[in-house]
DNA sequence: CCGAATCCTAGATGATACTG
DNA sequence: CAGTATCATCTAGGATTCGG
């Protein structure tokens, strides 16, 4: 599969690069993409917000068994880290045993949305990407 | 500002969920959206592709020049992986002193083009988390 | 049930020195 | 110029234990 990019697409690439990245030595204080990159470029963030998208509310140990792998700590401190972004909310119910339930915001789902983008990407291009490594790999002797 | 996201539009992005992710233990070996977070979830290979984007083919020195606070070994290393993964071509030139330029492929343009994607949703987002950040940070103490 | 606190390790990154 | 090699550091994440 061929990704096609013709020149003039490229050019209006540059032009919005410019809002985020500047070249000349200025403001290199803050970065929005290299924000959201960082909030979901840890190991469980993603996956999170997947499963909150695919569920709607949901309980912490229902969400747990979901996760394939996330320990108890990793998915407090991702969810509490998702919470603070204001992706997700987080309901407490004052019951015995607690209850407590999650689900994703509308800023949330907005950036659910940019995943999946992402992930279309991804699952088209994994093929060419897998090539690319076993020709890279085999050329090393 | 508000991400609006209607009901309908949510039971086709779970529909486009189940692709990737399956809530029933199956087939858990192997996700390309997992593949290609991890590619761009490191410090830098980010920043390379928006420079690499911007210039068209640059060579090391130069590029490193534009990657602020980048090590020598981190550009090489983050260099070698974006071009085993086919996202960039490595061109040597039998000169001295050595002249070796790098350049985004088609693929990594196409990744390219996904990232800036998600940048302008960043961009477009960042005020709302940056609130949401400073009220969950007061209600601290 | 949901989570906080503690301790610990692997892997990612940085600093530095050396080379074709 | 464009790397490699080595060593030091730093932090995300896992295991475990305790508590409301």
């Known amino acids: 599969m061929e990704v096609t990019v013709a020149e003039d697409q490229l050019i209006d690439l540059r032009k919005k690069l410019e809002i985020f ?48 792998g996330i320990s108890q700590r990793m998915l407090t401190v991702t969810l509490r880290s998702l919470e603070r972004d204001g992706l997700i909310t987080r309901t407490i119910y004052a019951e015995v045993p607690p209850r407590v339930e999650y689900e994703l915001t509308q800023l949330g789902k907005g950036l659910l949305q940019q995943i999946m983008e992402l992930a279309q990407w991804a699952s088209n291009s994994m093929d060419e990407i897998m090539k690319a490594r076993m020709d890279y790999d085999s050329k090393l002797q």
Chains 1, 2 share one sequence.
Do not use: Q, T, Y
């Not at 993603?46 to 695919?54: E, K, P, Q, S, T």
């Not at 709607?56 to 140990?61: P, V």
């Open 21 to 68: 990245f500047d070249g000349n030595e200025k403001h290199h204080e803050f970065c929005p993409v290299r924000d959201i990159m960082d909030r979901f470029g840890d190991k469980w963030s993603l996956l999170a917000i997947l499963n909150l998208g695919n569920s709607g509310k949901i309980r912490f140990n229902e969400l747990k068994g979901k996760i394939e």
